[in-house]
């Protein structure tokens, strides 16, 4: 029963990173679309538009600089990442839907040697070749 219990839980885990993964897919492609659904021909065409309003109905240009000059967020040097089950989990269904280490790494705010210990762990990764052994040295003619 116990055991029952965990395997759903893990079943549903998976189910939200799978989720998760195709939202993000489902999320590019929406963006992919936007200069159609504006009947821009071409992305630098939507670009210059999108930049033309943002400087007439956006941000004043005042708000633009103080929001350029805003800190990015980032990990305090040397903090690790929490690596739990449920990031596992998202690891391993965002590696089977074809993620790269990188944007895995990228989306789920871990580095990407814990990506890749996390896919090593779960198997998903092929051991390296061995590397062929050196060429032993030639033997010395033997003195007379």
Do not use: C, H, W
Not at 72 to 94: C, N, P, S, Y
Not at 116 to 133: D, L, S
Request: glycine residues 8%; charged residues 30%; aromatic residues 4%.
């Amino acid at each position: 029963m116990f055991n029952e219990q965990l395997a759903k839980i893990e079943k549903a885990k998976a189910d939200i990173a799978a989720a998760e993964a195709k939202l993000a897919s489902d999320r590019v492609a929406a963006l992919a679309k936007l200069p159609g659904d504006f009947g821009y021909d071409n992305l630098n065409a939507f670009l210059k538009a999108v930049k033309a309003a943002y400087g007439k109905g956006g941000k004043s240009a005042k708000g633009r600089k103080a929001a350029a000059k805003a800190p990015k967020a980032k990990a305090a040097k040397g903090k690790r990442a929490k690596i739990t089950d449920e990031v596992k989990a998202q690891v391993k269904a965002l590696a089977e839907a074809g993620k790269t280490g990188q944007e895995i790494a990228k989306a789920l705010g871990i580095s990407t040697p814990s990506v890749q210990n996390i896919k090593k762990a779960f198997g998903m990764v092929k051991a390296r070749a061995a590397a062929p052994a050196a060429a032993a040295p030639a033997e010395a003619p033997a003195a007379v």
